[in-house]
């Protein structure tokens, strides 16, 4: 018996065979190809199921507490209405509430005397205001623009004045 030293042919368990033929790869990748499709497809199936699920499950808490708040609503409704409709209120002592007695005002005539007298006079004393000398120079009221030759200006030192209005 011949051994053949071929690393291709040997499998990780050292073991050594001979080379798969086509079919058996294709057989056995077809049948890893299918497990993962599958376990694919049945776990996208569980995902839409569980959705599904919690979907009817927030469904039916949501109408169970609009049904509940709707009985609540109608026993206190039955309630409020025997206890207005059939309540014995024959018995009742009824409250005595005091008198308050009000004053009778008589309104009484009233006179005003009107006494006239005579303002008392006051005198002041003069006072003299001191003199004082002030001296406002006088301003040049004309607006004219002095002129200057046109060596001296440019054309930027320009600036130009608007007349006043006339009242």
């Known amino acids: 018996m011949t051994t053949e030293n071929n690393p291709s042919n040997q499998r990780p368990e050292g073991i050594t065979g001979r080379q798969p ?76 509430v005091p008198q308050i007695e009000r004053e009778t005002t008589v309104e009484r005539e009233t006179t005003v005397i009107e006494r006239e007298s005579p303002a008392p006079t006051i005198e002041r004393p003069e006072v003299n205001a001191p003199d004082v000398n002030i001296q406002v120079p006088e301003v040049d009221t004309t607006n004219e623009v002095p002129t200057a030759s046109p060596e001296d200006a440019s054309s930027e030192d320009v600036e130009e004045v608007a007349e006043p209005a006339a009242d």
């Open 21 to 96: 033929t086509p079919e058996e790869v294709a057989r056995h990748d077809g049948y890893v190809r299918g497990r993962t499709d599958e376990n694919y497809v049945q776990g996208s199936l569980r995902n839409q199921e569980r959705a599904v699920a919690q979907a009817q499950a927030n469904d039916s808490a949501a109408s169970g507490v609009i049904l509940g708040l709707c009985i609540a609503l109608l026993a206190a409704g039955a309630g409020v209405a025997a206890y207005f409709l059939l309540g014995d209120r024959t018995d009742v002592d009824p409250v005595v």
